[in-house]
């Protein structure tokens, strides 16, 4: 069991920069492979990026690639998500999440077990 909690999220103008928080208690992150979702307003729960608990190897969405960057780190039990160059349709609720073990499906929300409240991240013009 883990328990997620997102932060970091506010308003900001087109082209800047904002970094998330994901902070895990219970069971060690370490254990977890980790995730960060978002769902714009009226759409679909989307995929972001992806980290894996051993290599550390990330995948991102196309619509994010170059712009954003997931880390960890397991001492602080904590996951990152840096954001650059953000674009209104950047606007989203962000939400992190967590599991054992996600193999090829990683983009799937459904794989996933544990999830956060998530985080308010809006872009203005």
């Known amino acids: 069991q883990v328990q997620l909690v997102e932060s970091g999220g506010e308003s900001v103008q087109a082209g800047g920069s904002l970094g998330l928080s994901c902070a895990a208690s219970?069971?060690?992150?370490?254990?977890?492979?980790m995730a960060w979702f978002r769902q714009p307003p009226g759409k679909e729960r989307e995929f972001v990026a992806v980290?894996?608990?051993?290599?550390?190897?990330?995948y991102y969405a196309d619509s994010v690639k170059g712009r954003f960057t997931i880390a960890r780190d397991n001492a602080k039990n904590t996951v990152y998500l840096q954001m650059n160059s953000l674009k209104p349709e950047d606007t989203a609720k962000y939400y992190c999440a967590a599991d054992l073990w996600i193999g090829s499906y990683f983009a799937e929300r459904t794989e996933y077990d544990y999830w956060g409240q998530g985080t308010q991240v809006t872009v203005s013009k």
């Open positions: 980290i894996r608990k051993n290599t550390h190897e990330t």
């Open positions: 219970g069971d060690i992150l370490g254990a977890f492979d």
